[in-house]
């Protein structure tokens, strides 16, 4: 690509000093394209500053000095899901993800928004991140929910006179569990012989709206000798502030969780959320400055495992019944890109007898959650979900399973909006769980609804 040669730096960065983008890693691109199918952006609209080469580019232009940090920028930026798709899809090894967080932070210090995406923002960071106003928040919708109102105002076309942004809210909350308020135990028993102890982490959505997940995961846990440790009041593990760069704010609540398990005293921390997981890998570079948590935060990732990576070191105990269903696996893109996670949850799902897994189209492709971009670009995060949707029903499978909460509530959107709202979603631990426990699809179903 011959405009996108390298220019040769003559002025001062436009980036400020704290944590720029790296010029020799931006340097480790070499245009060659292999990124541009595998970017969603890009997939959609063509556009070449929409895709991970035309990032770069923007960025060395910045970094030489011969492009400004401007709203221009800012919205290339923006635009971007951060799937780390283009990670596995590039031969040179470029690590983008490390590039577009650097570059994230600089728009949020050097870059104002406009007044309405700044109250938006605020919003958003504000509510999610918190477990405690979570729960508050939590009684009046289960209200909404329940009474009626939810599907009353749904069919009305109230939404359509919303702002994009809080009608793609809407669409997207999750159903209200009758338990908001319960909590993990701090403990949970292994069945005997012990063979690990392990912390557990309940995040901030998910120990809200996802609290069956939780208790899911300690169960298989449990059954295969691990002693659980949930530390209790964990707050946001700070993947939703270093996905919008927010680097400052996620920094703090590194740290609190960081020291949350070291008091535990566990060998492994597990997660079951790809996005709080590939945060969590990433604590040595968030904290790379700190000299009171830089070497804690390194020994801290070492021991983070995502849920089907420390399944699949060890080896299965717990007997496995029959679960004839048929389901469609959904890769979340934290997982499979961002962590490298492929083959674990497919192997795992393969030891469940009569259970019959089908691949979605595309694989690779993000379905458009990505943290909470759905919520800030309502309209491409619809087409993505779209897409997986279509490629969803093609599989014929009575169900769809991921690994991400955020996943979930996106297909689940998308699949409202075909009329398939009945097709149950689930985390894959939920299937693990009721192998073991010996439900029948049935059961799972109405422990589901």
């Known amino acids: ?64 000095g011969a492009a400004p940090l401007d709203g221009n920028f800012q919205i290339h930026m923006d635009n971007c899901l951060g799937c780390m798709a283009c990670i596995t899809a590039c031969p040179s090894g470029v690590q983008y993800s490390n590039l577009i967080e650097a570059t994230r932070a600089q728009v949020e210090r050097n870059i104002p928004r406009s007044l309405d995406d700044s109250l938006f923002r605020r919003l958003l960071f504000a509510t999610f991140p918190h477990p405690a106003r979570l729960r508050l928040l939590a009684g009046p919708l289960f209200l909404y929910q329940r009474l009626g109102l939810q599907s009353l105002v749904r069919r009305s076309g109230l939404l359509k006179l919303l702002p994009q942004r809080l009608a793609a809210m809407e669409t997207l909350l999750p159903t209200v569990p009758s338990n908001f308020n319960w909590r993990m135990p701090a403990r949970t028993a292994p069945v005997e012989p012990q063979r690990r ?40 593990c700070g993947a939703l502030m270093v996905h919008s760069g927010l680097d400052q704010q996620a920094a703090a609540m590194a740290r609190t969780i960081i020291d949350m398990f070291e008091r535990a005293n566990v060998e492994t921390i597990v997660i079951n ?20 948590y830089a070497e804690r935060a390194r020994a801290f990732t070492s021991k983070c495992k995502d849920i089907t990576e420390i399944l699949c070191e060890l080896a299965p105990v717990a007997l496995r019944h029959p ?43 993000c379905c458009g959650s990505a ?79």
């Not at 400020?16 to 060659?32: E, I, R, S």
């Not at 890769?331 to 009569?354: M, S, T, V």
């Open 1 to 64: 690509m011959a405009h996108l040669t390298q220019i040769e730096p003559s002025l001062p960065s436009s980036f400020d000093a704290h944590h720029a983008p790296d010029k020799d890693l931006l340097a480790d691109c070499v245009h060659c394209g292999f990124c541009l199918p595998a970017c969603p952006t890009y997939v959609l609209w063509g556009e070449e500053m929409d895709s991970p080469r035309g990032r770069i580019y923007m960025m060395q232009k910045a970094a030489q």
């Open 197 to 236: 102890r392990v912390g557990m982490l309940t995040g901030c959505v998910q120990q809200v709206f996802f609290s069956h997940v939780n208790a899911a995961t300690a169960r298989v846990l449990a059954a295969e000798g691990c002693e659980v440790i949930t530390p209790e009041g964990q707050p946001c």
């Open 273 to 292: 959320a790809a996005g709080c997981g590939s945060t969590m890998k990433e604590y040595g570079e968030l904290l790379r400055d700190d000299p009171a």
């Open 323 to 365: 679960l004839p269903l048929r389901i469609a696996y959904h890769d979340a893109c934290h997982l499979r890109h961002a962590q490298g996670i492929y083959q674990q949850p497919r192997d795992l799902l393969a030891r469940i007898p009569q259970l019959e897994i089908a691949e979605i189209a595309e694989p690779s492709l």
């Open 371 to 449: 943290g909470v971009y759905n919520l800030l670009h309502p309209e491409p995060a619809q087409q993505l979900g779209d897409r997986k949707v279509t490629n969803l029903l093609a599989t014929n499978a009575a169900a769809l399973v991921s690994a991400n909460p955020g996943c979930l509530l996106q297909l689940k959107s998308g699949l409202s909006r075909r009329g398939e709202a009945a097709m149950p979603t689930f985390h894959m631990v939920e299937l693990l769980d009721a192998s073991i426990r010996g439900l029948k699809p049935s059961d799972l179903m109405t422990n589901h609804a």
